[in-house]
């Protein structure tokens, strides 16, 4: 799959929880206005303004059937950035954060044998604090769940 870059108008775009519904209604297949009105419980100027934003970048295509319907459907644009591959960027931070919090524990696990051995006192040394390392720790790990479970929802989506 192409890799491609969003813009500002683009974010600008998707910045909206309703334009999102819609490009996730499309995704199953061509629609009009009046089914994703009645999909979304909005007024049909209202879908309307949304479906011209999207239209406007490029993530939906007005498909005129030659009759009184007027169908959107997504264009491959859209359908790539619904199928974005976002885990990768998620499991790459877990991955971080977990990493950091093993580090900071190993450091820690040095600082204080080595305090030890030359008898000073452990308050009196610098030593890293302990609930930044469970954080770290926990926050990666839910990173990495959060990861699989979008890995596992966009494989889904291409065997579709």
């Known amino acids: 799959m192409e890799q491609q ?6 974010l600008k775009a998707i910045s ?8 996730e209604s499309l995704k199953e297949r061509k629609k009009t206005i009046s089914e994703l009105s009645k999909e979304l419980r909005m007024s049909k100027s209202s879908v309307y303004e949304h479906l011209a934003k999207l ?5 939906v295509r007005r498909k ?14 859209g359908l790539n950035f619904i199928r ?15 990493g950091s919090s093993v580090l900071l524990m190993f450091d820690s696990l040095w600082k204080y044998e080595n305090i030890r051995k030359v008898e000073y006192r452990i308050l009196e040394a610098e030593t890293t604090d302990v609930g930044l390392q469970l954080f770290l720790l926990i ?22």
């Not at 974005?84 to 977990?98: H, Q, R, T």
């Open 5 to 10: 870059k969003i813009g500002r108008e683009e």
């Open 16 to 23: 909206s929880d309703t334009r999102i519904k819609i490009l």
């Open 55 to 59: 239209t406007a970048v490029g993530f």
């Open 64 to 77: 005129e059937t030659g009759r009184k319907w007027v169908y959107y459907e997504l264009t491959e644009k």
């Open 84 to 98: 974005s591959e976002i885990w990768k960027l998620i499991a790459v931070v877990s991955v971080i954060s977990i």
């Open 139 to 160: 926050f990666g790990i839910s990173l990495l769940i959060l990861a699989l479970i979008l890995r596992r929802s966009a494989l889904a989506e291409r065997f579709r």
